[in-house]
């Protein structure tokens, strides 16, 4: 095809030079011209007539090949070669197998104890034979696994075996566990939504509480400023003088003093707290940590939600007690080393470690572990909602869940 191409260029160009010439006017070079494209032109012909003659040739030899049948030589070599072929593969197969299981997970018979997961932090009412306890058995035979927790292996196939393997869910990690389906379910809630839970509390939690703290004290600090006091702002001075202001005809200041009284750095938690209500669905929180300048001194992002949510809600629901101002942090949130309310009456957030921050579900004489990690305290809030939506009526004391009161209901899908 290319020396086709290249005579016909040739044959074109002095042929349509021979014929622009001037008429009656011929000269050597004219003969020249002629000649070349005379053997262009019979190259050009013979490429075509062998290249013709090659497709006939091949379109015959495949038909003939399509009719006639293999010899018995022909096909044993060709049974052969497929044989090697499957080998191969089935070697490739098997190899590929034995390295995935090595690195991810042992085989074991069903009778053979499961390895413990990853530790989480130590429950005082986890039993003796739970993965958690010094006591668990442990295989020695076999390396630590993310799989393991599992008594034999599970093949994800098709939708069922997803939804299975996803109700189950981790129960704890550095990544944000959540507590064992059956415990969802005893809620009546879907375990399978549960991020879809965690991502309406979060959008709550930002606009209920967040956004509206930061526009009181944004309002407060002008109300400040059209009184002479430009220099007095929230954040920068303490918490005992904006007390003593709010005595002395500021009353919108002690509405926020409780979200603000147990920090010494009143600085960084009204910082923090803008930055946390700015973005969507709590985008800047960090379970464990918190914004800039941030140390060990000041309170985690968990610590500071939670505080926030309390706070909200001790100025939402009537007191217990005329002089009693915390109704609901008195009764439902506790901090070790304190023991964690119990009887038949008791709902209580319970942090058991400070740092990092680690929550549990206290209800009546049981506790309810959620696992550590980014989601601790979301999934416990969670819990907590949803204890209080399966009271009939849904509420939280005498305060209802619904959208005349809470707006909670909707959190977790009811």
Request: charged share 15%; net charge positive; aromatic share 6%.
């Amino acid at each position: 095809m290319k020396w086709i191409a290249v005579n016909g260029l040739v044959l074109f160009v002095f042929a349509y030079d021979l014929w622009g010439k001037c008429a009656g006017y011929t000269s050597v070079l004219h003969y020249v011209e002629l000649v070349v494209a005379g053997v262009a032109g019979a190259n050009l012909l013979q490429h075509a007539v062998a290249l013709a003659h090659a497709h006939r040739l091949r379109r015959a030899g495949a038909a003939a090949a399509s009719r006639e049948p293999l010899s018995p030589r022909q096909r044993q070599m060709l049974a052969r070669d497929r044989s090697a072929a499957d080998e191969t593969a089935a070697e490739a197969l098997s190899l590929s197998l034995s390295m995935s299981m090595s690195a991810g997970r042992a085989w074991r018979s069903s009778s053979s104890p499961p390895r413990s997961p990853p530790s989480a932090p130590h429950s005082p009412h986890s039993s003796p034979h739970s993965p958690h306890s010094p006591h668990a058995v442990h295989s020695p035979s076999t390396p630590s696994s993310p799989l393991s927790r599992y008594e034999r292996d599970e093949f994800i196939a098709d939708r069922h075996s997803l939804a299975n393997y996803l109700s189950k869910g981790p129960a704890g990690g550095a990544g944000g566990g959540s507590p064992h389906a059956h415990v969802w379910r005893r809620l009546q809630l879907d375990p399978q939504r549960l991020t879809q839970f965690n991502q309406n509390l979060r959008l709550w939690l930002q606009v209920t509480i967040l956004e509206r703290l930061v526009r009181e004290m944004d309002a407060v600090n002008d109300a400040l400023a059209a009184h002479g006091l430009s220099e007095v702002r929230i954040g920068q001075v303490s918490t005992e003088r904006l007390r003593k202001m709010a005595a002395g005809g500021f009353p919108a200041l002690g509405a926020l003093l409780p979200f603000l009284e147990p920090f010494p750095d009143q600085s960084y938690v009204v910082q923090r707290y803008r930055e946390l209500a700015s973005g969507g669905c709590l985008s800047a929180y960090k379970w464990n940590g918190g914004g800039a300048g941030w140390d060990e001194s000041k309170p985690t992002d968990a610590e500071l939600v939670l505080h926030a949510f309390a706070a909200y809600l001790d100025a939402q629901l009537p007191p217990d007690a005329p002089q009693a101002a915390a109704a609901f942090s008195a009764r439902h949130v506790s901090a070790a080393p304190a023991a964690a309310p119990r009887g038949p009456q008791a709902l209580a957030l319970h942090r058991v470690a400070r740092s990092p921050p680690h929550y549990v579900l206290v209800r009546g004489d049981e506790t309810i572990e959620v696992g550590a990690g980014r989601n601790n305290l979301l999934h416990c809030l969670l819990l907590f909602v949803a204890v209080c939506a399966a009271r009939e009526p849904p509420a939280l004391q005498r305060l209802h869940l619904g959208r005349a009161g809470l707006n909670l209901l909707w959190v977790v899908g009811r």
